[in-house]
């Protein structure tokens, strides 16, 4: 296998690990109202990248599942669909936290 | 025009035709919230480039979201015409309606082939649309019946409740002759459509030609199978049966063996009893001439007198095999009760 080929998986499933965590990354961030952008700029800050083409639609997925809740805010510049997280999202995290610190630490005994 | 509401109309342009691709019930709320996107990006832009908002900055705003259809997408990741489940159940039946339409293309080969100057290319065409025409209204069907129907009513013969399997089962079929559902899930499929012909169209069995431009149609079955009509219809629906707990179980067991030997034998008999009795097949002088069958298709039946012949000798032939083959399974199937006793006995 060649480089370029190499690449491409690794690529590939760096893609899927960051697929994988995505969810809770966003849940984490969503404690306070926040619209898209901001939290795309967040999550970049912490060194998270996100795609907006991603970010948004994932946002109404966990909405239509009701891990989220959000409101139109009008009184700014611009309008803005604010997303917070609602209780059942706040159960959500709370077991997927837990499963993810136990993940790490099977990873961990694994890779050594 | 102010600059702003230049890129404002450009972004608005975008987000409508990414609600092109948007269901209607969600797309004012979803191009709402990317005009705001694009406009927060566009902000974003020009704070970077320490310059005001310009022109080619909402261009590469909007090169970097992609084609409108791109955006769209991710919106809409399951939208398939049919669920893989659903798949599972479109290739038998397409294996079904091919068929029908294989058969449909070589009856129409051998009725041109009587005519003085077949249209072949206008048959060929004429039968490329309708399997086109068949496969399309198959795709659509079950495309509408998924949607409309609960879940797991439209796979049912394939799936058995994937939510509650029970390893334990595999257990039970160790050490048993397991079966291809596909192929009795097929077979019952065919069954329904004999058992919607012979039950309620039988007069649609028949042969039918181009003679002189005039198309003319004999059925094939007389009045005498109307004695018979229910005894068939029930064979078929006990095989139908048969096919469908079949290919539910996925394997043979005691009760399969014998529900399979009791439908054949009364299968066997039903054809002992019409060869025996009464023609149920109406091709002789009498019944054509009452059909005013037009004098080309007298002839052309009446001259296939002898394959009618070998067409009976065929079936009588077929009969007495399947007869000593019903024997045989028969003999078989006591044979191994009779072993499961002796070894519960030698086990006791």
Redesign the interface.
């Known amino acids: 296998m060649n480089a370029k080929q190499t690449n491409q998986l690794l690529e590939g499933y760096t893609q899927e690990l960051r697929r994988g965590v995505i969810v809770m990354a966003v849940l984490s961030q969503l404690g306070e109202l926040e ?3 901001s939290l795309i ?1 967040r999550l970049a800050q912490l060194g998270f990248e996100v795609d ?3 970010l ?2 994932l946002l ?1 997925r966990l909405e239509e599942r009701g891990l989220l809740e959000s409101e ?1 805010v009008v009184t700014e510049s ?4 604010y997303y917070k997280i609602s209780p059942a999202g706040e159960q959500v995290l709370a077991e997927l936290k837990k499963e993810w610190d136990a993940l790490v630490q099977t990873m961990q005994k694994v890779m050594k | 025009m102010k600059p702003e509401n230049e890129f404002r109309l450009l972004f608005e342009r975008y987000a409508e035709e990414v609600g092109g691709y948007l269901p209607r019930r ?1 797309r004012a ?2 191009q ?6 694009l ?3 566009l902000d ?1 832009l020009s704070a970077q480039e320490g310059r005001p908002a310009d022109e080619d900055m909402a261009l590469a705003v909007l090169r970097a ?2 084609a409108p259809i ?2 769209a997408r ?2 809409r ?1 399951d939208d398939n015409l049919m669920r893989p489940e659903t798949f599972q159940l479109f290739k038998p039946l397409a294996v079904f309606v091919g068929c029908l339409l294989l058969l449909e293309l070589l009856l129409t080969i051998g009725l041109s082939v009587s005519r003085p100057h077949p249209a072949w290319g206008e048959m060929l065409m004429d039968w490329v649309d309708g399997v086109f025409s068949a496969l399309g209204i198959l795709v659509l069907s079950l495309a509408v019946l998924e949607r409309t129907t609960p879940a797991g009513w439209l796979t049912w013969l394939f799936d058995r409740g994937s939510e509650d399997w029970d390893p334990a089962g595999l257990k039970k079929r160790l050490h048993k002759k397991t079966v291809n559902s596909r192929e009795y899930g097929f077979e019952a499929l065919w069954l329904l459509f004999l058992i919607g012909l012979f039950g309620f169209f039988p007069q649609w069995v028949g042969v039918g030609g181009n003679l002189n431009g005039e198309w003319s149609f004999l059925p094939v079955l007389s009045e005498n199978y109307l004695h018979y009509q229910p005894w068939i219809v029930l064979y078929f629906l006990g095989r139908l049966v048969f096919c469908v707990s079949l290919a539910r179980q996925v394997y043979w067991d005691s009760r399969m063996r014998v529900f399979q030997i009791v439908v054949k034998a009364y299968g066997l008999g039903l054809l002992y009893a019409m060869l025996a009795g009464r023609w149920v097949i109406g091709l002789n002088p009498v019944y054509i001439a009452f059909h005013h069958t037009p004098l080309e298709m007298q002839v052309w039946v009446e001259s296939g007198g002898v394959v009618l012949t070998i067409f009976f000798l065929a079936v009588s032939l077929n009969l007495a095999v399947h007869t000593v083959i019903l024997i045989v399974q028969v003999f078989r199937l006591f044979r191994s009760w009779a072993s499961e006793d002796w070894k519960a006995a030698s086990a006791n």
């Open positions: 619209y898209g952008y700029t907006q083409g991603t948004y639609p109404r139109w611009r309008p803005r669909r | 969600k709320d979803i709402l919230e990317i005009l705001s996107l406009e927060d990006s974003d979201h992609g791109k955006f991710a919106y990741p």
